[in-house]
C-alpha cells in the first residue's frame, strides 16, 4: 500500500534538479523526462522512482519468466530495464563480443519513493513503510542549490572500438550479406569509448539533456551503473488494452539557417532510401505486435512522419494494436524483444549478422528502460543516444549506428554515425 501527496511548484525547472540532486543518496534511480515534448499517448510529464524496497537482478537465462513472477509478487509500480542480450532469451542466440560495462543483463526494482510530474503538480507515492519521511524529504529536496553546468574541460580521450576503414569493411560485408538475400537491413553500430575515466553522471546527463531536449530522456542509477540518455524514441507502451510502437528510422541533421533547415526537413521525408528503411520497419513491427494482437486491430496510425529535435530530424512512424484483458504485459514485450528498429529484418539473420560484425556487446545499449505499473501498463523507450559508465571499472561508452540496406552507400552511413554521436561527445569532451 502507498500513500499519496501532493506538492505545487512554479518552478519545475528548478525542483527537477534539486529532486535529482536528492535522489543521488540512493543505489536506485530511475528518471524518466519528457522535457515538456509534446506527444501522443503521454501520461506524465517526468517520473522519478528512488530507493529499492525489493529487486530483481539476473541475467538472460528465463529473464522473462523471472520477471513475470517478480511482476506478480510485487504487484506494484516497478522499474527497471532489460538489455539487447535479452535477445538470447527468446531466440537461440549468444552475445560473445566485448563488455567494458558488465551491467546485468536484466534489472528491475520496486521503489519506496515515487514522484509523477503534470503540469506545475507533483504527485509522490510513498510505500507505508517510510510515508513519515515525506515532510522531511520535502524540506531536503528544496535544499539543494541548482546545478552550475559549467564548460569544464573534461581530460577524456574518446576511443573508436570501430575505425574508419575497419567500419566500411564492415558494411560492405553487410551489404554482401544484402545482396545475397541472407537479409535486407540490419542496424549496424559501433561504441565510442573512454577507459580510466571518471566522470560526474548527474552534472553529464544535465549537460546532455540541455543540449538535445529529447522526449524519453532517462536518468538511471544501479549502484555503480549509470545510464545517461537522451533517446528520441519509444520502444513499446500498453495503455489499458492498447498497444503502441514508435520505430525511427531516418536521421538529417539540423541547420542553424531556418530555411536550409526545413529544406533538411523536406529531404528527409523525400529520400526513398530512409522511407523504405523505416517502411521495412514497420513491417517488422506490425509482425510482431500481430503475435499478442487482437485479430485484424493492427494499425499504422501515422507512417514516416518526420519530428524535429534540438540536434536531429527523425523520421518515426507509430503502429497500433489491441490485446486481450488476459494477456500478459511480460508476454508482449517478449514477443516484440529486441524492438526492430535496432535489430533489422528478418530480425533473427539480422541479429546473428550483427553479432558476427560488431566489435561490442551491446548491453543495455539498444535495451529499453521503463516501468510497470500495479494495473499492467507499461512504457518503454529505447536505449539510444546514450552515455553508459561503470563507476568501478572507471569505463566510460557510448554507441550509435545507422540502418544498412541495399542503397547504403558506407560514407554516408558513417556520417550518420557522427551526427548521432555529436551530442555524447560534445558532453564528454567540451
Not at 572500438?161 to 560492405?172: P, Q
Not at 486491430?297 to 488476459?326: N, P, W
Request: charged share 25%.
Amino acid at each position: 500500500m502507498r500513500a499519496t501527496f501532493y506538492h505545487t511548484t512554479t518552478n519545475i525547472k528548478l525542483f527537477k534538479e534539486q529532486l535529482l540532486q536528492w535522489s543521488q543518496q540512493f543505489d536506485d534511480v530511475v528518471w524518466l523526462d519528457s522535457n515538456n515534448y509534446e506527444q501522443n499517448y503521454s501520461n506524465y510529464d517526468a517520473v522519478l522512482a528512488v530507493d529499492a524496497f525489493t529487486s530483481i537482478k539476473t541475467d538472460y537465462t528465463q529473464a522473462f519468466e523471472h520477471l513475470k513472477e517478480y511482476q506478480a509478487i510485487t504487484n506494484d509500480w516497478i522499474f527497471g530495464y532489460l538489455t539487447y542480450d535479452l535477445k538470447n532469451a527468446v531466440e537461440n542466440l549468444i552475445s560473445q563480443n566485448f563488455d567494458g560495462l558488465e551491467f546485468p543483463d536484466m534489472y528491475f526494482f520496486q521503489p519506496k519513493k515515487l514522484f509523477f510530474f503534470k503540469g506545475n503538480t507533483i504527485e509522490m507515492q510513498y510505500l507505508k513503510l517510510v510515508d513519515d519521511e515525506f515532510e522531511e524529504d520535502l524540506k531536503a529536496i528544496q535544499h539543494y542549490q541548482q546545478v552550475q553546468r559549467n564548460n569544464v574541460p573534461n581530460e577524456i580521450k574518446i576511443k573508436l572500438r570501430i575505425h574508419k576503414d575497419a567500419y566500411f569493411e564492415k558494411v560492405n560485408n553487410m551489404l554482401a550479406h544484402i545482396h545475397r538475400g541472407d537479409l535486407y537491413e540490419a542496424n549496424f553500430c559501433q561504441e565510442f569509448y573512454a577507459e580510466n575515466t571518471s566522470i560526474n553522471p548527474l552534472e553529464t546527463y544535465l549537460k546532455l539533456n540541455c543540449i538535445s531536449n529529447p522526449p524519453f530522456a532517462t536518468f538511471l542509477k544501479c549502484h555503480d551503473n549509470y545510464l545517461l540518455s537522451a533517446s528520441p524514441e519509444r520502444y513499446l507502451k500498453k495503455q489499458e488494452t492498447t498497444i503502441i510502437s514508435q520505430p525511427i528510422k531516418g536521421t538529417a541533421k539540423r541547420s542553424s539557417n531556418k530555411k536550409e533547415d526545413e529544406q533538411l526537413k523536406h529531404d528527409l521525408l523525400t529520400n526513398t532510401k530512409e522511407r523504405s528503411e523505416n517502411i521495412m520497419i514497420v513491417d517488422l513491427v506490425r509482425n510482431d505486435l500481430s503475435k499478442t494482437a487482437i485479430k485484424g486491430t493492427v494499425v499504422v496510425e501515422e507512417l514516416c512522419k518526420i519530428y524535429t529535435f534540438d540536434q536531429v530530424h527523425q523520421m518515426i512512424s507509430t503502429v497500433t494494436s489491441q490485446v486481450e484483458t488476459t494477456t500478459h504485459p511480460v508476454d508482449i514485450i517478449k514477443s516484440t524483444f529486441p524492438m526492430g528498429s535496432m535489430t533489422g529484418a528478418p530480425k533473427i539473420s539480422a541479429m546473428k549478422i550483427i553479432e558476427a560484425l560488431e566489435e561490442t556487446k551491446r548491453g543495455l545499449y539498444s535495451g529499453a528502460v521503463g516501468y510497470f505499473s500495479p494495473s499492467g501498463n507499461f512504457d518503454f523507450n529505447v536505449v539510444i543516444r546514450s552515455i553508459l559508465y561503470n563507476k568501478t571499472k572507471k569505463y566510460v561508452s557510448y554507441s550509435v549506428g545507422s540502418a544498412i540496406t541495399a542503397k547504403s552507400d558506407p560514407l554516408t552511413e558513417y556520417e550518420e554515425c557522427l551526427v548521432k554521436a555529436k551530442a555524447m561527445r560534445q558532453v564528454l569532451e567540451d
